[in-house]
């Protein structure tokens, strides 16, 4: 198994518990036509977990970075939200989430990289 392929479990297992640590951040991102914030937080954040751990097995690797990739093609929309409605001064520099926006691809081509 790759350092590569290790460092982006853990990556997604890390981000999925910060879905349970800081809900209120999720949900703040979130554009509001997306209904139910609070279920949709704790949902993405059990697919961040359980997907992240399922790419360390051989058997559902393939599966699992398919789902990788589907779920950062759902957020990419928070992601945007999050950059156009941000406050200035309040949370991420607006640098950083620009900078997001076209790491969602290399997190793509990462996940593709295991299919």
């Known amino acids: 198994m790759s350092m590569s392929l290790i460092i982006m479990a853990l990556l997604y297992i890390l981000a ?7 809900p209120r951040f999720y949900m703040r991102i979130m554009p509001r036509y997306i209904p139910i914030h609070r279920f949709m937080v704790i949902a993405s954040g059990i697919a961040e ?25 759902a957020i990419f929309p928070a992601n945007i939200h999050h950059l156009t409605s941000r406050k200035p001064g309040v949370g991420p520099p607006a640098w950083l989430l620009w900078l997001r926006l076209p790491m969602q691809g290399v997190l793509i081509w990462w996940a593709y990289s295991y299919v």
């Open 16 to 22: 999925g518990i910060n879905h349970f640590v800081m």
């Open 49 to 73: 977990i359980v997907l992240g751990a399922l790419l360390l097995m051989p058997e559902y690797r393939s599966l699992a970075a398919w789902g990788v990739i589907a779920l950062l093609v």
